[in-house]
């Protein structure tokens, strides 16, 4: 589980009267392959719940509650 905090400004041209923090939760499933001195993520999804919500799901809700980011071709350095 992966705990990260998000500024949304709703209006960029008065961004300091438009802030909001809050703190957000996401459940986050790596598929990757572990190379000498690197990591190769292959596959990342996010959820917005926790997965024992996801038992209770029907495939067209499941859509709603996970996501597939998409990732650049390398992203190892």
Known sequence: MVSYNVT?????????QSKTNQTETRTVKLSYSKLPGKLLVNQVQIWKS??????????????????????PNTTTK
């Open 50 to 71: 926790g997965l024992d919500d996801l038992d209770k799901a029907t495939p067209k809700t499941l859509e709603e509650y996970s996501s597939v980011p998409s990732l």
């Open 8 to 16: 949304y400004v709703s209006d960029l041209k008065n961004a300091n």
